[in-house]
């Protein structure tokens, strides 16, 4: 069973979205793939030998990359208010 709910889902994008019904920006979309990528981390260091879990976390941090890599292009402030509210980057 996952930690991952779908009223914690609602409650991460009820905080990072820009209009009321914003489900799907740059920003919502890297703080619900941040949020799975810590569930995940937890459940690894847990389950060690979990190789498909693995594999899935690993896909999850290279499309969040790819996202704040967009939003780093396209909106500078964005991005740098992003992390730091998500404490992603030093």
Known sequence: MSSF?????????KTYRRA????GSSEVQIALLTTRIEYLTTHLKAH???V?????L???VSKRRRLMTYLKRVQPQTYRELIKK???RG
């Open 5 to 13: 709910t779908a009223a914690a889902k609602a409650q991460v994008i």
């Open 20 to 23: 009321k019904e914003d489900t």
């Open 48 to 50: 060690t030998h979990d």
């Open 52 to 56: 498909h879990t693995r594999h899935g």
């Open 58 to 60: 690993t896909n999850l």
């Open 86 to 88: 998500l404490e992603v």
